[in-house]
């Protein structure tokens, strides 16, 4: 078995993860070559720098605190596990109220005609206007446009 | 009530159970606590890493299986919890989870700077415990787990092999690169810390 240069060996070997033979292979080995030794010594003391790191106690309020929620019954618990973070309701909710504007917008465009206002004639007039607006009067054609403003409206407004 | 060999009853889990459960939780609080402590570097993460864990042992009490101990149970849902939240970060940071082995990128001599005599100390200061905390937190993810439950936990490689879902050669590996990286960082981090002061 090849040991030498082989880091992760030793670091079995500290934690006593490997069986009889090979252990007793490893351990040879370090006994005889001082760059292993020192490559175990360091392990070693990384191992022991964790080890001795002291433990983080539980705050008393937290054993508390899980066994109030676990005591809530379980469709109350789905429900503040559905509950969406802040983070996501503010955005969400900018966007809710954008959609329903734009959905308000539309649905007044659309409803315009039903409340009985002809939309066409008046932009047909529009046009109209333009038109006479950049063309001389000399030059105008009777469009059909005209007539379908004259059908609206009863008369031509030409005659005012 | 051994937290090893608790065995829930499937017919009153959400009965009579929520005592014996209430007991687990005095009694594995502690152990998990510190190892999500240590995942997370801070206590607020830890506590939301406790919190979760328990509930969801809790909601899965019916799936855990009685040959096995119910601390390992525990750690394992805890560490796929954190896994999740390193996810998400990574996800909106584009940091890797993956990343490869720190070995791979730098050689182990510019990493070690040498034994450091003061590294062997039989009593750990209280600055140095928050060093090997910042030591911990610069380690890739999978790496921390794996030292914090070896060196801190005291668990076995197959434990953490079964907590990790990888096989034992993995755990291996990554505590040995573990080691090494955390080591690394404490004696940068308190030499860095020395020259500032």
Redesign the interface.
């Known amino acids: 078995m090849r040991i030498h240069g082989e880091?992760?060996l030793?670091?079995?070997f500290i934690?006593g993860?490997l069986g009889a033979d090979e252990a007793a292979e490893v351990r040879d080995h370090i006994a005889a070559c001082a760059s292993c030794r020192?490559s175990c010594?360091?392990?070693r003391?990384?191992?022991?720098?964790?080890?001795?790191?002291?433990?983080?106690?539980?705050?008393p309020d937290?054993?508390a605190?899980?066994?109030g929620?676990?005591?809530r019954p379980?469709w109350r618990?789905v429900l503040d596990?559905l509950r969406p973070p802040v983070s996501i309701l503010v955005p969400a909710g900018a966007l809710a109220a954008a959609v329903l504007v734009v959905a308000a917008w539309f649905g007044a465009r659309r409803a315009l005609p039903e409340q009985g206002i002809p939309l066409e004639p008046l932009l047909a007039a529009h046009s109209r206007y333009t038109a006479e607006s950049l063309v001389p009067a000399s030059e105008l054609v009777a469009s059909n446009y005209s007539a379908q403003l004259n059908a609206y409206y009863g008369d031509s407004p030409d005659q005012e | 009530m051994n937290p090893r060999t608790f065995r829930p009853s499937g017919r009153n889990i959400?009965g009579d159970a929520?005592g014996d459960?209430?007991e687990l939780?005095?009694q594995c609080?502690?152990k998990?606590?510190?190892f999500a402590?240590?995942l997370s570097g801070n206590?607020q993460d830890?506590?939301d890493l406790?919190?979760k864990a328990?509930?969801r042992a809790?909601?899965h009490l019916g799936s855990f299986d009685r040959s096995r101990p119910f601390e390992t149970w525990l750690y394992k849902i805890l560490h796929n919890i954190f896994l999740d939240e390193v996810r998400r970060y990574a996800h909106s940071h584009t940091v890797s989870l993956d990343a490869p082995p720190p070995r791979e990128e730098t050689s182990w001599d510019e990493l070690?700077p040498g034994?450091?005599p003061e590294?062997?100390s039989?009593?750990?200061r209280r600055e140095d415990?928050e060093l090997?905390?910042k030591a911990?937190n610069t380690l890739p993810a999978h790496y921390r787990a794996a030292?914090?439950l070896?060196?801190?936990e005291?668990l076995?490689?197959e434990n953490i092999a079964e907590i990790m879902s990888c096989p034992v050669g993995t755990v291996?590996?990554r505590?040995?690169q573990g080691?090494?990286l955390?080591?690394a960082a404490?004696t940068q981090l308190r030499r860095t810390g020395v020259k500032s002061q």
Do not use: T
Not at chain 1, 45 to 59: C, E, F, I, N
């Open positions: 880091g992760e030793i670091s079995a934690d993860e020192e010594a360091s392990l003391s990384a191992k022991s720098l964790l080890a001795r790191a002291p433990r983080r106690a539980m705050p937290l054993v605190q899980l066994e929620r676990l005591a379980l618990r596990s | 959400h929520a459960f209430s939780i005095r609080g502690e998990a606590y510190n402590f240590r206590e830890a506590r406790v919190q328990f509930v809790w909601e070690l034994q450091d590294l062997d039989k009593l750990l415990d090997v905390q911990l030292v914090a070896c060196d801190m005291g076995s490689y291996r590996s505590i040995h080691r090494e955390v080591r404490f």
